[in-house]
């Protein structure tokens, strides 16, 4: 009875131990002492005698001797329920009833909820989570697991990359902030500012891109050829039938069975068997969140799993071999012949770009390291009850040190001494040559901000204007809408020297390069619709088109664009995996609630 009623009122308990009283009828002499308002209230109403006995009770402490041996009794269970014990210390002191605790917590209160939810920190909810579902917790990402390698004189010298007076070249530095409640990652070219992420502390709420659940599907939609799925997440995931993998009774070329997507974007214009045929409403499914939730959406999910490695990516229950095409064709060749030998059976492996120059043992090394944490998934998957996560990816700054840096990054420096460990450690069992390029900075001792030292600052605040000058005077309008994001080109002052044509066609050029750059900076996803400058000639559209698809090329991110029209409007589509930096680093105004207008109540009058 008395661990039912801690478990219930958690938040009271680490503010004032009060619960036996709440549970015990001849234990409620004990209330008036936290509590300087109970007293005059025996006081006032002195002709029952019982009353005067319960005020008077907790004074002299020999008349409540009797009923004192259950209050001993009762209390062993309370120490156990708050982990510090400095924290019912802290709650003894404040006079607010429970049901204001999470209120009284301010921002920092928010903080916790977004992990742990609905008021609980985040101890408290990781381990209400672990023992719901049998007192399991979900699988960590493996860093650093073992030694590094040892590579001879050469092999060393090849992935260090350039050096010029002992000091490392490179064409990009990446910098990471750490403030109270975010992490900054940016990424310069030269001086220029081309990416830019912010990232709250990992929770289980809205940062759980990357994440493996096992769900539950709660509705399967046939209209919509897609199913809700519960992942214990307060929104239910969405699993499209273009996302769902069904198995494949065709054999490829190497013998080995594979699992094929359904197909089409969102589950359209495919064939084979409906949704309702492949899912059905209570069944269990192992997923990946390849969305995060935005605004009243909530998560996208995929039954094709992958885990990500420094070198490689691990799909469970495939046979693709890939190789990335960013990759010189002659280290593709070199890299598949090596690939070959260490596929283990029943998984697919896709190289990424940072296996240009690694040995045989080094692919090797993470294969294991990722198919042992397959092994843990699969083991908890199997004594978990559905909705539970089964794998949690690492920190947003960890995930893109891993996917990206590499040689051609001069520098990372980081202004967090706990992460420059984190990530030092890891890029030492990995990438042990590329260690002395990752640097931490003292704000301390440089006296000066780490944003405020590479002139980040400002040019964050001017990625999320409205408006972009072009360097011959026309100008960028960007636009967002809750369905695409709009960009305008204008000539602006951009007058020209020698005609009309020749003017709008440099113009537009000039306005192709700065659109790929701002949609990789300010991250924007989904549909994207860009009207150019109307140019009559050919010629000149298709030269804008391939300007245009190479620019875009330099972004990770995949993109798809249509044909230019007559009109000069451009129809394309980038991929979302997450808020933008405009929704990351702003609020909608509570007065217009965004729209950036107020109506004239005067004239409604």
């Known amino acids: 009875m008395d661990e039912s009623t801690l478990n219930d009122t958690t938040p009271a308990v680490r503010k004032r131990r009060l619960v036996v009283p709440a549970t015990q009828n001849e234990n409620t002499e004990d209330k008036p002492e936290p509590k300087a308002k109970s007293k005059p209230k025996p006081k006032a109403k002195s002709e029952p005698k019982a009353k005067p006995k319960a005020s008077s009770g907790p004074k002299p402490k020999s008349k409540a001797d009797p009923p004192q041996a259950e209050p001993e009794s009762a209390k062993p269970p309370v120490p156990p329920v708050p982990p510090p014990a400095r924290k019912p210390q802290i709650g003894d002191s404040r006079p607010a009833p429970a049901q204001q605790a999470p209120d009284g917590d301010g921002a920092g209160g928010r903080r916790r909820r977004r992990r742990g939810g609905r008021g609980r920190s985040s101890e408290t909810a990781t381990a209400t989570t672990e023992t719901r579902n049998g007192a399991h917790a979900p699988v960590e990402a493996i860093l650093a697991d073992q030694r590094p390698l040892e590579l001879d004189d050469e092999q060393l010298t090849e992935r260090r990359g350039k050096y010029r007076n002992g000091k490392p070249l490179g064409r990009y530095r990446m910098c990471v902030h750490v403030s109270e409640g975010a992490t900054h990652i940016s990424v310069l070219e030269g001086r220029s500012l081309i990416e830019y992420y912010v990232s709250r502390p990992s929770d289980d709420i809205s940062e759980i891109y990357g994440n493996l659940y096992l769900g539950r599907v709660r509705r399967v939609l046939p209209g919509m050829e897609a199913a809700f799925v519960d992942i214990g997440t307060p929104k239910q995931a969405v699993l499209y039938r273009g996302d769902l993998t069904v198995a494949s009774d065709e054999s490829d070329d190497d013998g080995g069975s594979e699992r094929k997507r359904a197909g089409g974007r969102r589950g359209r214009s495919v064939s084979g068997p409906a949704i309702g045929e492949l899912i059905k409403n209570g069944q269990t499914i ?217 003017t709008l066609f440099q113009n537009n050029l000039e306005a192709a390069t700065e659109i790929a750059k701002q949609l990789r900076l300010r991250d924007i996803g989904g549909i994207i619709i860009i009207d150019f400058v109307d140019m009559d000639d050919k010629q000149q559209r298709d030269k804008l088109m391939s300007t245009l698809n190479e620019a875009l090329a330099r972004d990770k991110t995949r993109t798809a664009t249509e044909p230019i029209s007559d009109m000069g409007i451009v129809q394309m589509t980038r991929m979302r995996t997450g808020e933008g930096l405009l929704e990351s680093m702003s609020d909608p105004c509570e007065a217009c609630d965004g729209r950036g207008i107020q109506l004239r109540e005067s004239l409604f009058a």
């Open 286 to 502: 192992m997923c990946q969140v390849i969305k995060n939730p935005i605004g009243h959406k909530g998560a996208r999910l995929t039954t094709e799993v992958s885990l990500p490695g420094r070198f490689v990516v691990l799909i469970p229950n495939s046979s693709v071999m890939g190789i990335s095409r960013r990759l010189p064709s002659r280290e593709r060749r070199r890299l598949r012949s090596l690939l070959a030998k260490e596929i283990p059976d029943g998984f697919g492996v896709i190289l990424r770009t940072a296996a240009e120059n690694v040995t045989a043992a080094e692919i090797r090394r993470d294969i294991e390291r990722l198919t042992q944490q397959w092994t843990k998934i699969s083991e908890l998957a199997e004594r978990s009850d559905a909705p539970v996560l089964l794998f949690r990816e690492p920190e947003l700054a960890v995930r893109i040190i891993r996917e990206q840096f590499t040689a051609d990054f001069r520098e990372v420096v980081i202004d967090d001494p706990a992460l420059f460990e984190q990530v030092k450690g890891y890029m030492e069992a990995v990438a042990a040559p590329l260690v002395d390029r990752i640097r931490y900075y003292d704000p301390v001792a440089e006296r000066l901000p780490l944003f405020e030292r590479v002139h980040v600052a400002e040019q964050v605040r001017k990625a999320t204007d409205r408006k972009v000058w072009l360097p011959s005077g026309g100008s960028l309008i960007i636009e967002h809408t809750e369905a695409l994001t709009v960009i305008d080109v204008n000539t602006g002052r951009n007058v020209g020297k020698s005609s009309l044509n020749e």
